[in-house]
């Protein structure tokens, strides 16, 4: 109900703001001058029209739409899956998906398989001229067989029985699928039938799990997939009494028989020298048998047989009715197939999970009682002031101090004294309040950034600043910048990780690498680009350095050095998701790993949707704070 909602609202969102933009556009005046930064202002709309666009697109392409206005439609099409797997093995037989006949084709391998072993055989140093001989003669008596099967006059009379049995079962077979009420089902049966369906669930990701689970139920919650369901069963049936035919004349069983016993007889009779001739020996015994298990028939033989399926097929493409049209309208680039026991989503589907099931696995991996591996993606704990001072304070403070720690009396007792007193406060072994601190993948993610930016602009920007006003820092750092710059931040994880473990310290560290080139390669050229008039001017003015710098270098810098920040933010979401990857136990780039391996598409998606918001949340803040700091940008 909610996605059909939404499918009309996105819908008509398009169709009103594309409407609205017309008439403002119309309205507009004609003298407004092209570049004008005001021109491109406002256009909300606009937006909205992308962004219900892309929803819509998502909607459909998932078959959550699918699932929203047809919700039996994929129970059913799982039916229809299973009779198409029924007919495939049958089908095979035939040129119907097939370009030949099944026995065509075999009898045209195998033949070639012979003349490549002659081919061996007859350029082998290793095998003597008697053994080429036998071997070839062996070679031609296998070839002989398959005349014997193929030979419409040698073909026997209980053969032929079987056949025209299994014919008349598929007859059969589709004039019951014709009738409206095949299959006959007791109401008792039905009950049990709806009853199993209700547990199996709907068609839906599972409410209450992370991982995978059967999405489409296997069981028929309607009459027409009942109907498919029991029409597969029988045809299952069917198929497995006709693959246990086999077109063994008398002729052909006793050439085979002597074949079989004469390259027995060959094998063992030969010494050890001779393993090659032994070995193609076994492979033309191979393919012999292979022939002998392999579905060759003479070819008008299945002539009937053929017509039942065709006519079986054609019949049960007319009573899916409009389900064909909702499988090609509402299942883009894919259908419901059955694997086996099971049915599952193939195409679009299997990597675009729909929004429904996304949003759901979303409030599961919200829920700190779920979470993601029990991490949830963010919440909150309490934790004691206690601990965070300990955090920041360093122990050395009461290392320090004079005097000696405690030592335990005769007695056993440990008296305090002034130096353990402070030693418990800078390691916070001490009860004080709580406060309510972040956690969750997404603020470890989150802080890591942050960390690592932060660092890097209070590094970066200073020493950036100096290269563009100093001689010696540019031609002393330049260098060495540069040696690490263009080095990919993917190149550093492995070394900076190794040496700095797994932990928060080497993906801050890794970070501030990154953003450190960024933030000094914008701040050199945010100093250097000042224009010298300026300069002259404060300094005409009386100005000392720090002035200048402060008031006409550093501003001018600034849109630099801001558009730094925002392309630093990026790098640093990248780099961090790649070093989650290689080596974390929590943050937004773990989780991702973790659902890549076991094809958790709806959690790669929600893992993309939250560094997305994240670097735009982070790129939000950023261009507000260059509107508040340079509102001058653009304007002069």
């Not at 959550?64 to 799982?78: M, R, V, Y």
């Not at 008792?188 to 199996?200: F, P, Q, V």
């Not at 195409?347 to 991996?365: A, H, I």
Request: glycine share 6%.
């Amino acid at each position: 109900m909610i996605t059909a909602f939404l499918t009309f609202l996105f819908f008509f969102s398009i169709i009103g703001s594309i409407l609205y933009g017309r008439k403002l556009i119309k309205t507009e005046k004609v003298d407004a001058v092209f570049g004008n930064p005001e021109r491109a202002k406002g256009g909300v709309h606009w937006v909205i029209v992308g962004t219900s666009f892309l929803l819509l697109v998502w909607l459909y392409y998932s078959w959550d739409i699918a699932k929203s206005f047809f919700p039996k439609s994929a129970n059913e099409l799982c039916q229809v899956g299973k009779v198409n797997e029924s007919l495939l093995s049958l089908k095979y037989l035939f040129p119907i998906n097939e370009r030949q006949l099944k026995s065509t084709s075999v009898i045209e391998t195998e033949t070639e398989n012979l003349d490549n072993i002659i081919l061996e055989i007859k350029g082998s140093d290793e095998v003597n001229d008697r053994n080429k001989n036998k071997l070839i003669n062996f070679t031609k008596k296998t070839k002989n067989t398959i005349p014997l099967l193929t030979n419409e006059k040698l073909l026997e009379n209980q053969t032929r029985d079987q056949i025209r049995i299994v014919t008349e079962k598929i007859n059969n077979l589709t004039k019951d699928f014709l009738k409206t009420d095949y299959p006959n089902e007791s109401s008792e049966d039905e009950n049990k039938r709806i009853e199993d369906s209700k547990k199996e669930g709907k068609w839906s990701a599972s409410s209450t799990s992370i991982e995978n689970t059967i999405e489409i139920p296997s069981i028929p919650k309607t009459k027409r997939g009942l109907k498919f369901q029991t029409a597969a069963i029988e045809l299952n049936l069917i198929s497995d009494e006709f693959f246990e035919i086999r077109n063994h004349n008398e002729q052909y069983t006793f050439a085979l028989e002597n074949l079989k016993k004469e390259i027995k007889d060959y094998r063992s009779q030969l010494s050890p020298s001779e393993e090659i001739s032994s070995s193609l020996a076994k492979d033309i015994l191979k393919i012999a048998r292979r022939i002998e298990y392999a579905s060759i028939f003479p070819p008008n033989t299945l002539k009937d047989m053929q017509a039942s399926i065709v006519n079986f097929d054609k019949v049960q493409k007319k009573e899916q009715g409009g389900l064909r049209w909702v499988d090609i309208l509402f299942f883009p680039s894919g259908t419901i197939i059955s694997s086996g026991p099971s049915c599952s989503e193939q195409g679009s589907g299997r990597w675009l999970p729909k929004p429904s099931d996304t949003v759901n696995k979303f409030t599961l991996m919200m829920n700190p009682n779920v979470g993601f591996k029990q991490i949830p993606l963010i919440w909150y704990e309490m934790m004691d002031v206690s601990k965070i001072v300990g955090f920041i304070l360093p122990d050395w403070i009461a290392d320090i101090l004079p005097g000696k720690y405690p030592v335990h009396n005769e007695k056993g007792e440990i008296k305090p004294n002034f130096k353990s007193k402070v030693l418990n406060f800078v390691t916070g072994d001490f009860d004080l309040f709580k406060i309510p601190i972040p956690t969750g993948h997404i603020w470890d993610s989150f802080l890591r950034v942050f960390l690592g930016l932060v660092a890097g602009i209070i590094v970066g920007v200073p020493l950036g600043l100096y290269m563009g006003l100093n001689r010696f820092a540019k031609g002393f750092f330049d260098p060495l910048i540069e040696l690490y710059r263009p080095v990919p931040p993917l190149a550093w994880a492995p070394l900076v990780i190794s040496v700095l473990g797994i932990d928060n310290l080497g993906k801050v560290f890794l970070l501030f690498m990154v953003s450190l080139s960024i933030m000094i390669i914008s701040a050199r050229a945010g100093a250097s680009g000042t224009q010298l008039s300026k300069i002259h001017a404060a300094h005409s003015l009386g100005a000392s350095k720090w002035q200048i710098l402060r008031h006409v270098i550093f501003p001018n810098s600034l849109p630099e050095i801001l558009t730094g920040i925002r392309v630093a933010t990026g790098m640093c979401w990248g780099t961090l998701v790649a070093a989650e990857f290689l080596a974390g136990t929590t943050g937004v780039g773990f989780v991702e790993n973790v659902a890549k391996k076991y094809f958790q598409y709806e959690v790669i998606w929600i893992t993309i949707f939250i560094m997305g918001m994240l670097g735009l949340i982070f790129d939000i803040t950023i261009r507000k704070i260059i509107d508040k700091t340079i509102p001058w940008r653009g304007k002069g």
